[in-house]
């Protein structure tokens, strides 16, 4: 630690340590900058730029590192204690928003510092609810649920956006937006089901008709927003925002333009399948009825979901499928949709529920599944209620007058 490699530019410094760091053994994690124009309006035009360029005294905009690279302060923290300007200090812990590293020469050597991209005291000082939220508000900080993470999409005007739903503990829920170059920037964050800490994202109402559900608002997260996950083993339920579909009412929504959610036990998994240069895959739902339900996954749904239900289909997860179309196509399934969401094993009092109606009726199950009683397509459709049976005598009375 006490050699250098003299450069005579800073931009042969920047080329030698990605050279060098690729050489280290483990895990690399990318730290990067959070580069923000003073005018907002600005920000999409110059982030890139100014991502471009590392100033004297800065550290470049993707910082990489592995355990045991050797890094430098750049900053004053805390003279007295070792911790300043030129200190050098060995990684042995690196996690998304925190560095755990030790000195590794002069007096302090072997002191031990653990240095946080932003604090989590500050950001429980300020911690809210959905309800108090409003558009333009600053300095807060709420502690959100992950419902969804959607897939990425592209808007008419060929910009990139991704999609999340949170819920907090009260059952609000709000939607997210992360745009263009943020999405990478938060692509290990919001995995489904998770908790974290949000501070000062951009707040705004959402008009009735985008709403995914009841009162909510929306958020744009940039790189001037802070994220911590909660480290927790499990997460707590999700509060019951969902409004899941009878099955022996599906029917109704044959061929229409109605989005509905449906939930059921994964009982079997047929194999992939390519129609019109797609691949799709069908699961087999069912839950405390007697009909199950044919779910057809398409595209990244298949490549992604499809693939990890068919990895656990032999632990029989619960799976919620959320605004998926009902078809005609083969008799009638469900279809998923660019803008659909597929949870699997959700933290929700109805998988309870199911869980324990699976373990109470294996048999059943395991009977149902010998029987492939699913490969026929007609007896997938769903007896109808009672009420909505109408007789032939009834018809011809109705005709007659």
């Known amino acids: 630690m006490n050699r250098a490699i003299l450069t005579t530019k800073n931009d042969f410094v920047d080329q030698i340590n990605e050279k060098l760091i690729q050489e280290f053994l483990g895990t690399p994690f990318d730290y990067l900058s959070r580069d923000k124009c003073l005018d907002n309006s600005q920000q999409a035009i110059l982030e890139d730029f100014m ?7 800065f550290p470049p905009h993707r910082l990489t590192l592995k355990e045991n690279a050797p890094i430098m302060l750049l900053r004053n923290i805390d003279p007295p204690e070792g911790l300043c300007n030129g200190t050098r200090l060995l990684c042995k812990s690196l996690k998304h ?22 604090k989590r005291e500050k950001m429980e000082s300020n911690l809210v609810n959905f309800t108090e939220l409003q558009p333009l508000m600053d300095n807060w900080t709420a502690i959100v649920q992950v419902i969804e993470k959607q897939k990425v999409q592209v808007s008419r005007n060929g910009k990139r956006y991704q999609k999340l739903v949170f819920v907090d503990s009260q059952g609000q829920t709000a939607q997210a937006l992360i745009y263009a170059g943020d999405i990478m920037f938060f692509r290990k964050y919001f995995e489904p089901y998770r908790r974290y800490y949000v501070s000062n994202a951009r707040i705004q109402n959402v ?45 109704q929504h044959i061929d229409t333009t109605d989005e509905i959610d449906l939930i059921g036990i994964a009982i079997h998994v047929h194999s992939k399948a390519i129609r019109g240069g797609t691949p799709t895959r069908d699961i087999i739902l069912k839950d405390h009825t007697s009909h199950p339900m044919v779910l057809t996954l398409w595209g990244e749904h298949e490549s992604e979901e499809g693939q990890d239900i068919a990895d656990m289909i032999h632990t029989q997860p619960v799976v919620a499928a959320l605004r998926v179309r009902v078809t005609s196509y083969h008799t009638m399934h469900l279809s998923t949709k660019y803008s659909s969401s597929i949870l699997i094993n959700p933290p929700i009092q109805q998988a309870t529920g199911l869980r324990n109606w699976c373990s109470q009726n294996q048999e059943e199950i395991t009977h149902f599944i010998a029987e492939r009683t699913y490969t026929d397509r007609l007896k997938l459709l769903p007896i109808p209620d009672d009420d909505r049976v109408i007789t032939i005598s009834d018809l011809t009375a109705v005709a007659e007058a």
């Open 51 to 57: 991502n471009s360029h590392t100033p004297n005294g």
């Open 97 to 118: 928003n925190i560095i755990d590293a030790v000195i590794s020469s002069g007096e302090f050597a072997g002191k031990q510092l653990s240095a946080a991209l932003f």
């Open 207 to 251: 008009l009735p008709r985008y709403s995914t559900y009841p009162n909510e608002c929306s958020w744009t997260i940039d790189n001037s927003t802070l994220v911590q996950e909660i480290d927790e083993v499990d997460p707590p339920l999700i509060p019951n925002v969902f409004n899941f579909a009878n099955y022996n009412s599906v029917y």
